[in-house]
């Protein structure tokens, strides 16, 4: 029979099994290899499987992967990873990996419905077992390959996996699964390094994977190092604009603080601006304008040139 309503005390359980599951999901530290074996062997069962007999452990899905072939392949001594067919071989083999504690986004959606509204789910009970004790494992004919959950996993405020000086998901071992991520954008090592160049950042076709680029590098500073074009220039400013592929110009305005540092000089000061406000920026002076807003974000000046600067501080 088909369930079509739930009840009050039902849904209120709704943050009980969230809570629940988001901490498996997002649990660290090693695998536990006793508790992750009885698991193992509960899955095998389920599924109408010969129980298995050699068990391992792996730091990360790569070298899971690498494990595996060399199982596979015990008289190649040395594996080349620049070989075509290596690489494949192990590509293909972590796209078979089962996702462990990872999988908790669909379990918790069938934990729910077998503990609160007496639905049996016995088929699913080894790999909601499994979630709880490894990372990432690997079902073999007589063998299973288990891994160490995430070493560390980095959030931003979001949620989103975000680490901007190192991996958002850190593995034990060498790290060569490691994944590297700004406010939820997938990057790759070198980003996170800041080794590369504006050139690197123009060449980007992901918008989204530039954008990032450019916020490692320093907005400010990508406009002066790509030679970005100078708009206009006055007494408020010098306003500079640069183009971007497949994604809205950036155009900022460079100020000039009018206190003097300990030193005597005057810093400059880069002002993100929109290049759409007031029917398309033209003028620093404009520019300037459009950065007074209300707390609501609107426009404090509708018209640029009601900005008129009596006094700086």
Known sequence: MKIQTLTKTQIDKFSEYISKWINIGLSTGKCDFENAKKAAIKCYKIAGLEEPKNFYVADCPISAAI???????????KIDMNDKDVKQEIVNDIKTQIYGNMEASWLSFYDFF?????????????????????????????????QHKPKAIHLDNSSRIHNFDGPAIEYFGQGLSNVYAINGIRVTKKVIEGNFTCKDIDSESNVEVRRVMIQKYGQAKYLLDSNAKVVHQDDFGTLYRKEQENDEPIMMVKVVNSTPEADGSYKDYFLRVDPKVYGGLKTAHAAVASTWRRKDGSLVFENPNDYVCEMES
């Open 67 to 77: 494990l595996a072939y060399r199982l596979k392949f015990p008289e190649k001594i």
């Open 114 to 146: 077998s503990q609160e509204c007496d639905i049996s789910l016995e088929q699913l009970d080894g790999l909601s077992e499994m979630s709880k004790y490894c990372g990432w494992w690997s079902a073999y004919k007589n063998i299973v390959i288990f």
